[in-house]
């Protein structure tokens, strides 16, 4: 039973325009969000992270807001780049579990192009 | 420079045949993780370890052993009995008292011929 869910498995955009990636999760006890950027072969590395306090977080050109009744976070990527080709992966995991279980859906395949 | 590295990267094995795949970080992370990579299955957890001579299966643990004797290693051992071990693997680990994010190795290819 997948817990967190990226229903799109790609996206293609034009440089210069913005980039949404949609995260779903049904689990209610996840209160912390991240998401990740991997490259074919390598790992993933950390983007940028957000709080069930908080509903919106900001870094640089990246973008994350969490709605918590509709179980749902997205990430803008506002411009997008030809660097940002990649696949993205949403994570999620609940801080009351000691064991620091966390949770990713199946990536979003993100193809900028010129 | 602090870092997790997993090793071999790449790793071709005949069916029926155990392989192990080292990971090891010098972060002082207390928890490392191992996760499977199949083309678009996102990542799935194998095993996962908070403390030293202590782990817990994950969602697909059937078919993989892992220990933990010292707090900087988790290696991981496809034996035999997973059905389908040609995959991506990827090692992470945290520090769960800060509730940081997952670190990660670079990943170990596994294919099985």
């Known amino acids: 039973d997948q817990q967190v869910k990226q229903n799109s498995p790609s996206l293609s955009v034009q440089e210069g325009r913005i980039s949404i990636l949609n995260c779903d999760y049904t689990n209610s006890m996840f209160d912390y969000f991240l998401w990740y950027k991997k490259y074919p072969a390598e790992g993933p590395t950390f983007l940028i992270s957000?709080?069930?306090?908080?509903d919106k977080n900001e870094d640089g050109r990246f973008t994350v807001f969490l709605n918590k009744s509709a179980k749902h976070l997205s990430l803008h990527i506002v411009p997008s780049q030809p660097g940002d080709s990649a696949v993205y992966f949403c994570?999620?995991?609940?801080?009351?579990?000691?064991?620091?279980?966390?949770?990713f859906g199946a990536g979003t395949q993100v193809v900028v192009t010129p | 420079d602090g870092g997790i590295t997993q090793s071999p990267k790449y790793l071709f094995r005949k069916e029926g045949q155990n392989v192990t795949l080292s990971c090891e970080q010098n972060?002082?992370?207390?928890?490392m993780y191992w996760y499977r990579q199949d083309p678009g299955q996102g990542l799935r957890l194998i095993y996962y370890?908070?403390?030293?001579?202590?782990?817990q299966k994950g969602d697909i643990a059937e078919g993989y052993s892992v220990s933990r004797e010292k707090k900087e290693s988790f290696p991981l051992t496809v034996t035999s009995a997973q059905k389908n071990p040609t995959a991506f693997y990827l090692c992470?680990?945290?520090?769960?008292?800060?509730?940081?994010?997952?670190?990660f190795g670079e990943g170990s290819r596994l294919t099985v011929l």
């Open positions: 992470a680990s945290t520090l769960l008292s800060r509730g940081g994010e997952l670190f």
């Open positions: 972060l002082n992370h207390d928890a």
């Open positions: 370890s908070q403390i030293v001579n202590d782990f």
């Open positions: 994570a999620a995991r609940a801080t009351t579990d000691s064991w620091g279980k966390f949770q």
């Open positions: 957000i709080s069930s306090i908080k």
